[in-house]
Every structure is written in structure tokens, then in C-alpha cells.
């Protein structure tokens, strides 16, 4: 007599059966996981958002009041994107969050392997050191803190200094490679003259016979005032980019790669009235309103920005952006490692009389 072949049901039960005698050998299906392994186009958890300054900076005042730079070490408020809560993450593989530091305060020496950018929102006087160098940062400032260089923080001014701070932690920690010590336990490093970094590799000259390799750019503070100056030149004598404005991006002076080993960073001017065609990429990017205001729409969603606010654009969502007035844009992402991966794509959508003029 033949058996009958197994039921739908009695098969499920058996498949059933076997995952739970699979699982505790370290063994799970692929066929499973498969579709959400790998998604036919990236699919980010981040959500586009918004934090506005004029709603943040209480909150920082607050904590000034609640807790001391000695006691938090760094008294840094988190920007969390809400599509990933409690991870530290604000998109996802870079964190951020604001710092404050009050005039006489000071936030002691420590160093790890994740690399730090800072971006100067408000504030004089407050000053980073970087292996014993230090510079005194002014708003819109873009400074690096090198992978595995020690750095502390303090505020000679009046008022108080607030900066975001970017990380590569969670992309350090993807890969198990995160170190830190804190000064107590080591000797400090030799002291040297605040500007010693820009004015040897920041006046289009090298040091003859330079290392070309350093990973992350010798100069660690690209102060505003010159970003500015650079973008407005290009307004006069360049043609703009229909997907940008006018942007540059901030660069290693040794071998013209990206300033930070593993965070692009970069400044975008769009003019009044201003509208950048869609846009879209796979390295979700924070941005910070570094002068001016205007509107983006990402993925479908309209967001208002002015001076101070930060906000995100998620990877691969459609993305435009309009200046109500003048507006300069700080970008950072995470586009650098993925170029280095031959991961790194973008879509410029382009209007359709463009296109049809090209076909
Ligand atoms: C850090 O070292 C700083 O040095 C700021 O100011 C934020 C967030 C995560 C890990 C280390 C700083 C940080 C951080």
C-alpha cells in the first residue's frame, strides 16, 4: 500500500518542529530572512525629522542647571531619530547630539577610536584641543576630532557654547573596534601652539615629504568664515548645480580626500528663492542650518527649516530643497566609507523636458 504524501498542515507542523530543534544549535532558515536581509532598494528605519533649535536650547540650559561638565563628562543632549528609539542614532549608522559648555567650564581629556566632527551652533569662546593643540571655535565652524587623538573642551567666553557633536561610534562598534582611555590613567600630550595645524598644511603648502596617507585630515578646524567666502565665489563664477546650489566639500589638504576617515562632510549654498531638483542617496544625511531659511520636502514630507535647526534625510528617500532666503547647509553622512565600499549610489531625478531634450 502507498503512503499519501503529507498534508500542507502536517508539513508546517514539521517545519515547525524543526526550527525549535535547529535554534538551539546556532541554526536558523535563510528563507525566513531572506527578503528582509536583502531588500530590493534600502530600506532605512531612520525617519526624516527635525529638531529646532529655538525648542532644543532650553532643554540644554536645563541640563546646565541639572548637571556639571565634571560630573556628565560631556553634558551632551542626544539627537535620537525617532525610527530607531534608544539607539543613539540619528541616522543609522551615525550618531549626534548637543553639547553645551558654560563660560569657566571644562570637559576633561579622554580619547577613543570613533572619530568626532563638531559644528558650531552658538557661542565665542569656546575652545577644543586636539593632542595638545588648541582652537577656539566661532559659530559655523566644521572641527575634527581625529580617530584615537586626545581632546578636551572648555569655554573662555561669556556665554555659553553649544556645538553637535557627529560620531562614527555605532559604525566603530558595527565592527568591534572601539577603544578609550581617559587622561588620569596616561601622560598628557605635549602641548603646542594654538593654530600650529592650520598654519602649517592650511596654506596650500605640505610639509615636504608628508605622510599622503593620514586617514584623517591634519587640519582639525575649517572655520566658517572662509566656508562662506568659498561658496560665495563660487556663486559668481559658476554655473549651479540644479540637484545642489553651490557645494563643496570640506577636504584632507594631503591627498584631497574627504576631511574625517569615515564622515563626509560638506557646506551648500542655495540662493534666495532657490529650489533644488529631487534627490536622492544611499547615505542618510543629517543636515544643519547653518544661516538662512527655507522648506524640504522629504520622502513626501514637508519640513520647515531656519538658522540652528538640524534634520534628516533618511538614505535613498526623494529629497528637495527650497531657500525662502540666502541659505548655507552643513551636510555630514556616512557617504565616505560607503564610496570607499563601492556601495555609494545617487538618483538625480530630472524635470521631463530636460529629459526629453537628452533622449
Ligand atoms: C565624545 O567623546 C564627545 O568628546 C561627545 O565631546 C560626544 C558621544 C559618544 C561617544 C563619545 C566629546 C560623544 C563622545
Known sequence: ??????????????????????????????????????????????????????????????????????????????????????????????????????????????????????????????????????????????????????????????????????????????LDAGFRQDQSEHAAPAERTTGASNSTFGMNMLPVGCDRNRATSPLFNYPYAKAREALHGLTRDTADDPHFGFRLRYANPVNGDWAIATIATWMQLLPKGFKTQNYRSTDGTVFVVAEGAGRSIVGGQSIDWTKGDIFVVPSWSMASHEASEEAVLFGASDRVVQEKLGLWREHRQIPIDEHLAYS
Not at 20 to 48: F, K, M, T, Y
Not at 124 to 150: A, I, K, L, Q
Open 1 to 174: 500500500m502507498q503512503e499519501s504524501a503529507p498534508s500542507a498542515t502536517d508539513r508546517q507542523q514539521k517545519l515547525a518542529a524543526f526550527y525549535e530543534r535547529a535554534d538551539p544549535h546556532g541554526l536558523s532558515p535563510l528563507w525566513l530572512a531572506l527578503a528582509r536581509l536583502v531588500p530590493a532598494q534600502p530600506e532605512s528605519p531612520a525617519r526624516a525629522s527635525i529638531w529646532r533649535y529655538d525648542e532644543v536650547r532650553p532643554f540644554l540650559i536645563e541640563a546646565s542647571s541639572l548637571i556639571g561638565t565634571e560630573e556628565a563628562e560631556r553634558r551632551v543632549l542626544m539627537l535620537e531619530n525617532a525610527g530607531m528609539p534608544g539607539e543613539a542614532k540619528i541616522t543609522r549608522s551615525l550618531y549626534a547630539g548637543l553639547q553645551i559648555i558654560q563660560p569657566g567650564e571644562y570637559a576633561r581629556r579622554h580619547r577613543h577610536t570613533a572619530a568626532a566632527l563638531r559644528f558650531v551652533m552658538e557661542g565665542t569662546g569656546g575652545w577644543t584641543s586636539v593632542d595638545g593643540e588648541r582652537t577656539y571655535m566661532e559659530p559655523g565652524d566644521f572641527v575634527v576630532t581625529p580617530s584615537w587623538t586626545w581632546h578636551e573642551h572648555g569655554n573662555e567666553g561669556s556665554g555659553p557654547v553649544v556645538w553637535m557633536d557627529g560620531l562614527d561610534v555605532h559604525i566603530v562598534n558595527l
